[in-house]
C-alpha cells in the first residue's frame, strides 16, 4: 500500500510546463487541503522537471483561494537558470483560476565553513514530551505522531495564554522518510499562533516561505525519525499575524526555517 | 530637487501590465543596484497599478540575475482577487530577461485585538550609537544614516566574531518620509550576516520575503523619524545561509518582519 503523502503529491505530466494532480481525502484540512500538502505538490512538480536541477533552497508558496476537492493542474516556468541556481514561477489552477501561485528556487550546493547560529533547544525526548495535537476533525493531522513540550493547542483544560510559542517533536505517523516535500509540509504543521493567545479563531495562512538548509546527504540522516520545530509569532496586528518556525533533526542540524503571514478574525 | 528614492522607484506605466523604469547611479550596489531598491520599484509599481486595492502585507522578491544599468520592463499580473486579499506576480525583465521575479500580496486590514509578541530591545538612543555603516564604495548605503548599537560590520578595528547580530538605528539621510516601498527597501539593508562571523566575503541575497504589519496610518507616525532595525543568521551551511530581521518604530510598533536566503563563498 502506499502512503497517503506519496498518493497526494502524484502528479501526471501532461508536457513540460503543465502536470495533472488531484486532492486527497486524508489531507482535508477545514476548507480545501492542508496547506503543507499543496507546498509538497509544488515542490514535488518542480523536482520531477526535466530541466530541474539541483535541490530545493526557497519556496514561497500564496494561498490565494481555496482548492476544491478535485482534479487540478499545476503551471510550471522556468524563470531564470544559471550556473548554480533556478528560479521557478508555479501555479496551482482549477477551473481556469489561480488557487495557489509561488516561487521556487532550486541550488546547487558546496563545501564551505558552516555553524548553527539558532541551535535546537533542550526538550525532553519525544517519548517523554506529551502526545497531542489537533481535534480528530482536522483530518490530515492524524497522519502525524506530535509529542508537544511547549505550548500544546488550547482546548478542554488548556486555557490560552502569553506565549504564542509551541514546541514539538513530531514525525511521520506511518515512519514514512523525510524527503524534501514532507520537509515542505512540515513546515506548514504548526496551528495558528493566535489560538495561543485567543482560543480557536477563524484564521488561515496567505503566504508561506521556506528555507532549506541542507542538501539530500544531510536530510538523508533524518531518515523517518522524530523532526523538532519550533514556532512563534512576532506580532498580531489589524487582522494579520505572523509566523517563524524552525526545523531540527535528533542530531541539532538545522533542516529548515520558515515563515508565514496569517489572517484571523476575533469577532471584535 | 527630487529625492533619488522618488527618482529610483519612478516607472512609466506603457499598459495595464507593463511599466518601464531605470537603474539610479545613486542606488549602485557591487553589481548592479541595491537590493532594496529593487524590491521598493516592484511593490511601487503594483501600488500605482489601476486594479490594485488594499495595502502591502506579503512580498517576496527572487533576485534571479543581476539588472544592467539602464532600462528595464515591469510586468505585472494580478493572478487572483478577492474580497478582502490580491495575489500579485511581477517580474523585472531586460532584454527579454527575467532578472527578478516576485509574488506580493496586497490586503485591507480591519480593526482587532493586537499584540506584539517581539519587543523593540531596550537601546542607546540613535545620538548615542555608533555612527557607521558600509564602505564608501558602497554607493547606496551614502543614502542612509545608519547608527550601530550591536554588530558593527568588520573592517579596520572589528574582527569577526560568534555573534551574527546587528542591531542598528537607520533613517533616510535626507528623512524622506517612510512609505511601504522605503520600508521594503530598509528590509534589505542589513549587510551580509557572513561578513560578521568570517569578515567581507563574496556574498548576494537569493530571495526575500518581507512582511508588513502596519497600515498607512500606523506607517505615518513614523515619519522621517529612525527606525530600529535587528538582523541575525539562523543556519550558515554548505554556500547558503538565511537571515531574519525586525523593524520597529521608535514607539515600539513592529513595523515589518523580513527573511532572506543568501549565498556565499568562503573560499574553502
Chains 1, 2 share one sequence.
Not at 34 to 60: K, M, N, S, Y
Not at 179 to 195: E, G, K, N, Q
Request: with cysteine.
Amino acid at each position: 500500500m502506499r502512503h497517503p503523502f506519496d498518493e497526494a503529491i502524484e502528479l501526471n505530466v501532461v508536457d513540460g510546463g503543465l502536470q495533472r494532480g488531484r486532492t486527497h481525502p486524508e489531507w482535508a484540512n477545514m476548507v480545501g487541503p492542508f496547506g503543507g500538502i499543496t507546498a509538497a505538490v509544488l515542490l514535488h512538480a518542480i523536482e520531477q522537471h526535466p530541466d530541474r536541477f539541483g535541490e530545493p533552497l526557497a519556496l514561497t508558496v500564496n494561498f490565494a483561494a481555496p482548492i476544491a476537492d478535485g482534479e487540478f493542474d499545476v503551471t510550471l516556468q522556468l524563470a531564470r537558470s544559471n550556473r548554480t541556481n533556478q528560479h521557478w514561477i508555479v501555479q496551482l489552477v482549477q477551473d481556469g483560476i489561480a488557487k495557489t501561485t509561488a516561487t521556487a528556487v532550486f541550488a546547487t550546493r558546496r563545501d564551505t565553513w558552516g555553524d548553527i547560529q539558532s541551535r535546537m533547544p533542550h526538550t525532553p525526548v519525544p517519548e517523554e514530551a506529551i502526545e497531542g495535537g489537533l481535534p480528530d476533525f482536522i483530518r490530515w493531522a492524524g497522519l502525524y505522531d506530535m509529542r508537544f513540550v511547549e505550548g500544546v493547542v488550547p482546548g478542554k483544560g488548556v486555557e490560552p495564554g502569553d506565549s504564542s510559542t509551541t514546541t514539538l517533536w513530531v514525525r511521520d505517523r506511518a515512519q514514512r522518510r523525510v524527503d524534501f516535500p514532507a520537509l515542505a509540509a512540515l513546515c506548514d504543521i504548526f496551528t495558528p499562533r493566535v489560538f495561543l493567545r485567543r482560543g480557536a479563531l477563524p484564521a488561515g495562512t496567505i503566504s508561506m516561505t521556506a528555507y532549506f538548509h541542507v542538501g539530500q546527504a544531510q536530510l538523508d540522516t533524518v531518515g523517518d525519525d522524530f523532526v523538532l520545530g519550533s514556532a512563534h509569532a512576532n506580532v498580531f496586528n489589524r487582522g494579520y499575524f505572523d509566523q517563524s518556525a524552525r526545523l531540527w533533526g535528533t542530531d541539532g542540524t538545522l533542516l529548515a526555517t520558515t515563515h508565514q503571514i496569517v489572517y484571523f478574525k476575533d469577532g471584535k
